[in-house]
């Protein structure tokens, strides 16, 4: 009880403004698909096994009265064997095949033409530093902590760390993605609803490794040549 308590408390005060499963990208679009989909699969799995526990429970309960039962194990049930190696497959199956579609699809859609970006995408190169981000944009802008995506448009990051490794994370926007020393990670989505989206390192850094975060406002076309004319 008092564990509960604590873990609640825990929750409240971590004044949590990070939202996962409010999408607002095509990436992570698919992401809360999946999660819904493995969540289901889990609850339909576990509610089977709830229902047929309190079942036997209260089928085979011993009550004084009855003598000790023995249980025999001699009788095979070939049907039954059969359906309880097969199922299994079957769930794993149906959580496979959409989650490898989708890595392949979030993996392509991030190495497709690498070089130069077109007028339908732009590309944000990103740095990571103890305890900040520099956001660099294609006219030579930078902003620090402060990411302004146009909606609708493909962006891509190319993401790299003057020092440890960071995690770069906008949770409505896609998932997590390394920041590495010495290497370039690459990160894309389209940005579909305009908003503000906070954005923090999840890959734990330091002291104030808490305090790095960001916040990722997107903002309509004409808006984002505005902020990149003025920056
Ligand atoms: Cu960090």
Redesign the pocket.
């Known amino acids: 009880m008092r564990k509960a308590g604590l873990f609640l408390m825990l929750i409240l005060l971590s004044g949590c403004n990070i939202r996962v499963l409010d999408p607002a990208s095509d990436t992570a679009e698919k992401l809360t698909d999946l999660i819904y989909l493995s969540f289901g699969l889990m609850m339909l799995v576990f509610i089977v096994v709830i229902i047929l526990f309190v079942r036997f429970v209260s089928k085979y309960r011993d009550n004084s009265e009855s003598k000790p039962r023995t249980i025999k194990d001699d009788k095979e049930n070939k049907w039954l064997e059969l359906t309880w190696t097969i199922l299994p497959f079957i769930l794993l199956a149906i959580l496979a095949v959409p989650t490898i579609k989708a890595t392949y699809d979030l993996t392509s859609s991030i190495s497709e033409n690498e070089e130069g970006s077109s007028g339908d995408e732009i590309i944000i190169d990103v740095e ?1 530093q ?2 900040n981000w520099k956001f660099t944009y294609e006219n030579g802008s930078t902003s620090y902590d402060e990411l302004v995506l146009p909606v609708g448009k493909k962006v891509k990051f190319r993401l790299t760390s003057k020092d440890v490794i ?2 770069f994370w906008i949770p409505s926007l896609a998932g997590k993605i390394d920041v590495i020393p010495g290497k370039e990670t690459k990160l894309s989505f389209r940005p579909s609803d305009t908003g503000t989206f906070q954005g923090k ?1 999840a ?1 734990f ?1 330091g002291a104030e ?1 808490a305090l ?1 975060r960001f916040e990722t406002r997107v903002v309509s076309n004409f808006e984002f040549q505005q902020w990149l004319k003025q920056e």
């Open positions: 990571a103890r305890f960071h995690s390192c890959e850094c490794h790095m």
